[in-house]
């Protein structure tokens, strides 16, 4: 793939550039309200500029942005260290998702809200016994006078305290095989049937909860892509989430690594020779994630769809990212222990970088499997 950008290429990204020096907001405020709240602003202000969801087909609300557009865009938010917006399952994978398998009803319903943020979404996969093994998941749906009643529990649900509705897969054919026994559902989550309980990470963040679910109602209508075929559904959504995890992760641990080397200038240990080995080694890294998120879009150009080799990507942003933290903490000593530290704090985030989006184990499967053609070990 030719990475040199074409003239229409580089006045979009002078363009957005532009834009983001005289509109990014800077960082979250302290607090987890007001940070919540300040991103949602943002999101807005990016809704109203055409940059909320702007991937999207343009007759679902977005610009129908390139890939390599798509890719700037993330390459040029972390450059300005621009925050997420809010809504960003709802924008990456619940909007995609619906456009792809939702009916022209559910289209109308919960595309604008997503890219508003008036509604965020959570996505409702992950158990306490069922993490990266989705197929084997135990929440329960059971048809009664045309609505789904849902019993069961899931865990590590980012922003589900703060959502309007939930990406929800649950087993509706108990008797099927597992991967065919699970429909797509979106639950609503402001119902007394649905308990949320906020997971206090090792940061101090509750951004990760739990759901309990007992008899909770969902509508006929909020099932997305048929009854039965939850697991085609649930595997579009993942995919359009390693999918956009490449350019923007690798573009900011680019900016990291350019704070990690300043670091080290300032702790005078930038000489090193082992500091020195280690920063050289993330740079060869960090190079090696650019250049595989550009194939990774490169083979979704083809295609049309994302494929396996998103999965890649993220499982190399984990393992730079938390490398990276780690050398950080080391280069600064005892004081890599205060709690105020910002280099702190991004060491205890990125423990979660290997399991969220996926576990390292499981990412290694599907590398191993759909990308090089391994035999299964099992």
Not at 17 to 37: M, Q, S
Not at 365 to 374: K, M, S, T, W, Y
């Amino acid at each position: 793939m030719d990475l040199t950008l074409s003239p229409s290429e580089r006045e979009f990204r002078d363009r957005l550039r532009a834009w983001l020096a005289g509109n990014n907001p800077g960082p979250d405020p302290p607090g987890d309200d007001a940070a919540f709240e300040h991103r949602r602003d943002w999101q807005r202000k990016l809704f109203d500029a055409g940059y909320a969801g702007f991937a999207w087909p343009k007759e679902y609300g977005g610009q129908g942005a390139t890939l390599v557009e798509q890719a700037i865009f993330g390459e040029e938010m972390a450059r300005a260290k621009a925050p997420q917006p809010v809504n960003i399952l709802g924008l990456v994978m619940g909007g995609p998702v619906v456009i792809h398998h939702g009916t022209e009803e559910q289209k109308e319903r919960w595309l604008r809200p997503i890219l508003t943020a008036d509604e965020i979404w959570c996505q409702g996969f992950s158990e306490p016994e069922s993490g990266s093994d989705l197929a084997s998941l135990k929440t329960r749906a059971i048809k009664s006078n045309g609505e789904w009643l849902v019993t069961g529990q899931k865990v590590w649900t980012t922003y589900a305290r703060r959502s309007k509705w939930c990406m929800l897969v649950a087993r509706t054919d108990p008797d099927a095989p597992k991967h065919q026994g699970l429909t797509y559902f979106i639950m609503d989550m402001e119902q007394d049937a649905v308990q949320v309980r906020p997971l206090a990470q090792i940061t101090g963040e509750p951004e990760f909860n739990e759901l309990f679910m007992e008899e909770a109602r969902i509508p006929d209508e909020n099932v997305v892509g048929g009854v039965g075929n939850g697991w085609g559904v649930a595997i579009t959504t993942l995919m359009n989430e390693r999918a956009g995890l490449g350019a923007a992760s690798a573009a900011g641990v680019r900016i990291a690594l350019g704070e990690l080397r300043e670091l080290a200038d300032e702790r005078g240990v930038a000489d090193d020779p082992v500091v020195r080995q280690r920063i050289g080694q993330l740079t060869i890294e960090v190079e090696l994630l650019r250049l595989n998120a550009w194939r990774g879009l490169s083979a979704i150009m083809k295609r049309g769809v994302p494929g396996p080799e998103g999965s890649l990507p993220k499982w190399q942003w984990s393992e730079v990212n938390q490398a990276l933290t780690e050398l950080a903490i080391d280069i600064l000593g005892e004081d890599g222990a205060a709690w105020d530290s910002p280099w702190a704090y991004r060491f205890l985030r990125a423990r979660a970088n290997s399991i969220e989006g996926g576990t390292t184990e499981i990412l290694k499967n599907i590398v191993a499997e759909r990308v090089l053609g391994l035999p299964k070990l099992r």
